[in-house]
């Protein structure tokens, strides 16, 4: 019946003896019934010697209980997987059999699927993910219905539990933490738990009625009674509720108003730790969802939270110490290289980074393990590594407690039970196994030494270099530093020392300033220009006393403290921003990132792998995800622009790209809204049946800094037409409130501000027409009404976001109306005196003083050049179609050039003065000043593009208008 070949000498006598001492069983009936069921089987004969040689706990079962073998073959649970909830349903219904008593019945079902998993992860039936997956799955049924059962015996002498403000019936949330919390579950765990339940009150019994507190502590008590008592049949999980608000002193059951107070007030970063795999297993989903939701904020911050390291670092300690302390080494759960160890590595990214990357946002070590690779917040070989290093030690641990049924995971010490453990495992001998398992565990160790180590040993040499701060910093000091102007520097950081937002800190604060500002100080220093470095830097100081977090995270790396000085002291624009969003330092932390602004297809990849991780349907998240996508892509660009990595033409292809990329998004976040409430709408293409087209920057592919997004909405549907869900709509409908919800998206304020302004006005009919035009009576406006201005307007517009059929159409559309035959002379007239107006009410009569040439609007500026490129393409496309074919003035000019509408050197003159121009411009905007230079400045530019004005145009009276 048994097959011991495969096993060692030592083992396979021990499976003999095991073997033999179940034929002996007293019950003859039950012995038969076993043999015959595995004569049934012959294959699992080498299983069956391997279960009971190297488990010593399954063999004891099996001759106790022969039939809890013989049912498990007859039912093929050995052979295959469970499916979800299978567990539950078959405990529900033994629970559900006439005179079924639950302690007896939990104990009995414990026992019989204990079996089953330590069979199977044995003999390798089934992996790792497996065996945790379904040992939390047995955790949870018997939780779930132990407690519903248990809350109907309560009730039937107390009543319902009901809220005061309410009036609804409560149920118990029971809370798994650790490993159950993550459906890690080991298998001989005990399980940790928190009780909640929504609201106090008291219950609605007719004899007696007693508060919602009392009741849901004598559910708790029952419950872990049921689960934790040691009976004749045995237990069912030991029950650990230390992690409770206030521990072993604390109330056993709390009101979800009780929990949030507790852990916004009294909190600490162990229990935020703690929480990180936090999971309601019991009770009404939807408030379990409810309380996941309010604990989130304590767990997860808003921000990059780099001021839970010190915390961190001293849990690590910890560790360390207990290690050496309690002589841990042989653990392969506390010992250096363990499984806490991987689980710290993981959770401290969580902690860390968990608020902004939702990604981390999950409870189960390997997916966050990705994660922290799809973030570059580990190198994919280290996540190799500890993916690997888990897996073999959570294997190890199961052939360690699977042994016996004990709650180690200590080596074993018996020359027996190691040979057992090596041969689970796959090794012949204990000797292989040791040499694999150190293997693993060194690398864990090298990775968990790696982990937030404290800060350089010269940052920490250096300390006793660092400039005072605080009294004793004068103006001496400062001018020894290099400061050129130290008593005015001074004097802006004794405002900043006796400002009530520093005298009102906390202790925690008070400490990370006293650190950070002598280092400040230092890192101005360095700069060119150190007192307007300082000036610069210090409202982002005043910004994030508050949240010193990001104190802490440019002291636990000077790197990024040097990038922030930097950049601050290059550009005040950049300083603004990151003063508004503090959350952008993140961006400072990786250098080759924040100076290497990707192209359009790495941008949607990692927006859309952004997106990905979000939950679906959580609008304010996906709206919080764009406006951090937008704000730290832009200052990508704008570094790379000031160290001279990015030319002025990438400079707006980038900017251009970040908004097609988001808009593209917005759409498609809008349309999922939208369908999801009104069904889809009749349409003939495949896609949206909606676009999006640019005009203007976006259209031209010029976007600077703060350009607002000029926008068109075309749909091609029957305006007749009707969406396909319960609530129907007609299409004019529905694709007008698809705009105003892209609208709402992009133009929302919200922590990071908004995305971008929109502007709507070159449109058909302009404010007054309709919000979104069918592609048909789009053809029509153009055709019958537009003004000549709107043509113009038109040869910038394209495709930005949408359905390429919708674009298609549009593009027919565009290519038609710029190639028409036009009266050369009415045009020119009717463009210069468009051009006319337009200086006259956006440029200044009076100029600011010395600053005489402004770059957009004065004669010879950008305007100018634009309004040639838009002339041309009206006058000559008939003649030359090419000339329709691009929406960005270079590409026109480079057109006319090649056809002979314009000289080679008035081209290369136009195209060279718009980009000095616009390059001029894009510093000036760095810079926060406004677009005028000096009146002598670009004198050559300027005169060629009169010089070609006047060609085309005719000489104009300076006093007309074309005036500098």
């Not at 095991?18 to 039950?30: G, K, S, T, V």
């Not at 160790?445 to 010269?458: N, Q, T």
């Not at 006793?464 to 004068?474: F, K, N, Q, S």
Request: proline fraction near 4%; hydrophobic fraction near 45%.
């Amino acid at each position: 019946m048994i097959d011991s070949a495969g096993l060692p000498a030592e083992l396979a006598a021990a499976a003999g003896t095991a073997w033999q001492h179940i034929l002996d069983h007293q019950d003859a009936a039950a012995v038969s019934g076993l043999t015959a069921a595995l004569a049934a089987h012959p294959e699992i004969a080498p299983a069956l010697a391997r279960v009971l040689a190297c488990s010593p706990f399954a063999a004891g079962l099996v001759r106790r209980q022969p039939r809890l073998l013989s049912a498990l073959l007859e039912e093929g649970l050995l052979q295959r997987s469970l499916h979800p909830g299978e567990l539950q349903a078959e405990l529900g219904q033994r629970l559900a059999e006439p005179g079924a008593e639950l302690n007896p019945v939990l104990r009995r079902f414990r026992t019989r699927h204990m079996l089953r998993i330590v069979w199977r992860d044995f003999c390798r039936e089934s992996d790792t993910l497996e065996t945790v997956r379904d040992t939390s799955a047995l955790a949870e049924a018997c939780i779930v219905l132990a407690q519903a059962q248990l809350q109907q015996q309560l009730q039937a002498r107390f009543g319902v539990p009901r809220g005061r403000h309410s009036g609804e019936a409560q149920q118990l949330i029971v809370i798994a933490m650790g490993k159950l919390g993550a459906g890690e579950l080991n298998v001989s765990s005990d399980i940790d738990l928190i009780f909640a339940y929504p609201e106090s009150g008291e219950t609605d019994g007719e004899r007696r009625s007693i508060s919602n507190s009392e009741f849901f502590t004598k559910l708790g008590q029952g419950l872990i009674s049921a689960l934790d008592q040691v009976t004749v049949d045995g237990f069912v999980f030991r029950v650990d509720m230390r992690l409770r608000p206030y521990g072993e002193s604390g109330s056993l059951a709390l009101n979800f108003a009780a929990l949030e107070e507790y852990y916004q007030d009294q909190g600490r970063d162990w229990e935020r730790y703690a929480l990180i795999k936090a999971r309601p297993v019991s009770g009404d989903p939807a408030r379990g969802a409810e309380l996941t939701a309010m604990l989130r904020p304590f767990v997860f911050r808003r921000y990059v939270d780099f001021g839970v390291i010190e915390s961190l670092r001293s849990m690590k300690q910890m560790i360390n110490s207990e290690v050496r302390r309690r002589g841990l080494q042989e653990d392969v759960k506390l010992g250096h290289g363990g499984i806490r160890e991987v689980e710290f590595i993981a959770q401290c990214f969580q902690l860390i980074r968990g608020g902004r990357d939702l990604g981390l946002q999950q409870r189960e070590l390997l997916q966050v393990l990705e994660e922290c690779v799809a973030l570059r917040c580990l190198p994919a070989a280290t996540v190799a590594e500890l993916r690997a290093a888990y897996l073999f030690l959570r294997d190890s641990e199961h052939g360690i407690q699977g042994y016996q049924d004990q709650q180690t995971q200590a080596l074993p010490a018996d020359a027996l039970a190691r040979l057992a453990l090596a041969t689970v495992m796959g090794f012949a001998d204990w000797d292989g196994y040791l040499a694999a398992l150190a293997g693993h565990r060194e690398r864990v160790a090298a990775h968990f030494r790696d982990l937030i180590a404290a800060p350089e040993d010269e940052q920490e040499d250096a300390a006793e270099e660092l400039p005072p701060w605080g009294e004793d910093l004068d103006e001496d000091t400062l001018a020894s530093l290099g400061y050129r102007e130290a008593a005015s520097s001074l004097e802006q950081l004794q405002a900043l020392q006796q400002s009530t937002r520093v005298s009102t800190l906390q202790a925690e604060g008070q400490d990370r300033l006293q650190q950070f500002m002598p280092r400040l100080l230092l890192a101005c220093a360095e700069a060119d220009n150190p007192d307007r470095a300082l000036l610069r830097t210090l409202p982002f100081v005043t910004a994030v006393l508050r949240r010193s977090a990001y104190l802490a995270l440019l002291l636990e790396n000077p790197p990024a403290l040097a990038e922030l000085v930097l950049l601050c002291n290059a550009s005040p624009w950049i300083a603004e921003q990151l003063e508004r969003h503090p959350v952008l330092l993140d961006e400072l932390l990786d250098r080759g990132s924040l100076y290497n602004a990707p192209d359009k297809a790495l941008l949607g990849t990692g927006l859309r792998q952004q997106v990905a991780r979000l939950q679906p349907g959580d609008l304010e998240a996906q709206m919080d995800a764009l406006r951090y996508f937008k704000a730290s892509h832009v200052l990508r660009v704008a570094a790379s622009e000031l160290v001279g990595r990015l030319p002025l033409m990438r400079v707006s292809d980038n900017l251009t790209w970040i908004a097609e990329v988001i808009l593209e998004q917005v759409l498609a976040v809008a349309w999922s809204d939208l369908t999801a409430r009104f069904g889809q709408p009749q349409r003939d293409s495949e896609g949206y049946g909606f676009a999006i087209f640019g005009y203007g920057k976006l259209g031209g592919i010029e976007l600077s800094y703060s350009s607002d997004l000029d926008l068109v909405f075309i749909y091609d549907a029957d305006v007749q037409g009707v969406t396909d869900g319960e609530r129907s709509i007609d299409n004019v409908k529905f694709y007008t409130r698809l705009g105003q919800r892209i609208i709402h998206i992009l133009e929302t304020r919200m922590a990071m501000g908004q995305l971008y302004e929109v502007d709507m006005r070159l449109r058909p009919s302009g404010a007054s027409g309709l919000l979104a035009s069918s592609l048909k009576g789009f053809r029509s406006y153009q055709e019958e009404t537009a003004w000549t201005w709107e043509h113009q307007a038109l040869v910038r517009a394209r495709l930005v976001a949408g359905d390429p059929a919708v674009g298609a159409g549009f593009d027919a559309v565009r290519r038609d109306i710029l190639g028409r035959t036009r009266d050369e002379a009415a045009l020119s007239a009717e463009v210069v005196a468009m051009r006319e107006r337009m200086r006259k009410e956006l440029l200044p009569a009076r100029p600011p003083e010395g600053h005489d040439f402004d770059l957009k609007q004065s004669a010879g500026g950008i305007v100018d050049i634009e309004f040639m490129v838009q002339y041309a393409v009206l006058a000559w496309s008939h003649r030359v179609p090419e000339l329709a074919r691009w929406s960005d003035n270079i590409r026109i000019l480079e057109t006319l050039s090649g056809s002979g509408l314009l000289t080679q050197s008035e081209s290369k003159a136009l195209i060279e003065a718009y980009l000095a121009f616009r390059s001029v411009a894009h510093q000036l905007a760095l810079q926060q000043l406004p677009g005028r230079v000096a009146g002598d400045d670009y004198g050559e530019q300027r005169a060629s593009v009169k010089t070609v004005w006047q060609r085309l145009f005719g000489t104009q009276d300076e006093s007309t208008g074309q005036r500098d």
